[in-house]
């Protein structure tokens, strides 16, 4: 268990935002899923990196970035999947890996680390996670190669794109069509039959209509990342990213291995962090607050949940 000075856990001002003793609770927590993670890695031999937010904090402030409220971690494909399969058994007791192989209904490209599924108030959990009842987890992104040949990285995108398309149509037709007319809600039906149908002709593939469309896609989307491997490739990428218009790559090179601090602990961090965060940000020196792409604190609708129960009154924001 990770050892924190008493006063870590005080409400503090860091670069003009203040930092409540919640979410510093909050933090604590998350890297004691994160040293589980390191763990696992190190007894492995998988290397890990931190990335996106969690890597300009390393770079930029010794940790957290201040209005940051999760960890964002990155490997190479090789070693990602192997993680998938080791945390099966490494991790603690009622602990999740959280991806479309291991639930039907997740919807998400990466996987997630949690340390339960609930909230919970128990004294065992509060003293385990430094005072902090909240789901807590680290995001872990795979990296994928990118064919230096231009026809199969053109093909290569066309795929994942039209996968991409047909799980929109499928969100669609699953989530806005309450209040679509019959006709709407038939062509909608019809749209999605004639993905999947053109899907199952490019990749030779069967989907099972009987099943979830939308697990199915993902699996496929996942396996189109990994057409190629290192030999093929100079680059890598986060393939949603890139499909969603975000020309971001990261040369073999930049992903040797180095060590920066992280708050209380050491993360492992790309040997070339500048080019690294400048190919996805550009001046990652610049501070820009409210950048979260989930509403801020991560935790707010499981904070009200417990107030509406008249629970874990005594919180201190």
């Not at 940051?68 to 602990?95: C, H, N, S, V």
């Not at 491997?229 to 930049?254: A, R």
Request: hydrophobic share 40%; net charge negative; proline share 3%.
């Amino acid at each position: 268990m990770l050892q924190f000075p008493e006063d870590y856990f005080q409400k503090e001002v860091r670069c003009g935002f203040t930092v409540s003793e919640t979410m510093k609770r909050y933090w604590a927590a998350q890297m004691e899923v994160l040293q589980v993670v390191i763990t696992i890695c190190e007894k492995y031999d998988l290397t890990y990196y931190a990335f996106y937010g969690t890597l300009i904090g390393a770079v930029r402030h010794k940790g957290f970035i201040p209005w940051d409220d999760d960890i964002d971690i990155a490997m190479k494909r090789e070693d990602y999947t192997r993680f998938l399969q080791i945390a099966r058994k490494e991790l603690p007791a009622g602990w999740h890996m959280r991806n479309i192989f291991e639930e039907e209904e997740w919807t998400q490209y990466h996987s997630i680390v949690t340390n339960e599924l609930v909230v919970d108030i128990s004294e065992e959990r509060l003293s385990r996670f430094h005072g902090c009842p909240f789901v807590v987890g680290v995001d872990v992104f795979p990296l994928d190669y990118f064919p230096r040949d231009r026809q199969a990285a053109e093909a290569q995108k066309l795929l994942l794109g039209m996968v991409h398309a047909v799980v929109t149509s499928v969100k669609y037709l699953h989530t806005d069509m309450r209040d679509a007319t019959q006709e709407e809600a038939q062509e909608a039906r019809e749209a999605v039959e004639e993905g999947l149908v053109e899907l199952e002709k490019a990749c030779h593939v069967s989907f099972d209509r009987s099943k979830s469309l939308e697990n199915q896609l993902l699996k496929l989307y996942d396996r189109i990342c990994t057409l190629y491997g290192s030999q093929e490739s100079d680059l890598l990428t986060f393939y949603p990213d890139y499909i969603n218009g975000i020309d971001f790559f990261v040369q073999k090179g930049w992903l040797g291995t180095a060590q920066m601090p992280f708050e209380n602990m050491v993360l492992t961090v790309p040997s070339d962090c500048d080019k690294v965060l400048r190919a996805y940000y550009g001046d990652y020196m610049v501070f820009e607050k409210n950048t979260q792409a989930h509403g801020y604190p991560i935790y707010k609708r499981e904070l009200a949940m417990l107030h509406e129960r008249g629970l874990w009154l005594d919180v201190q924001e």
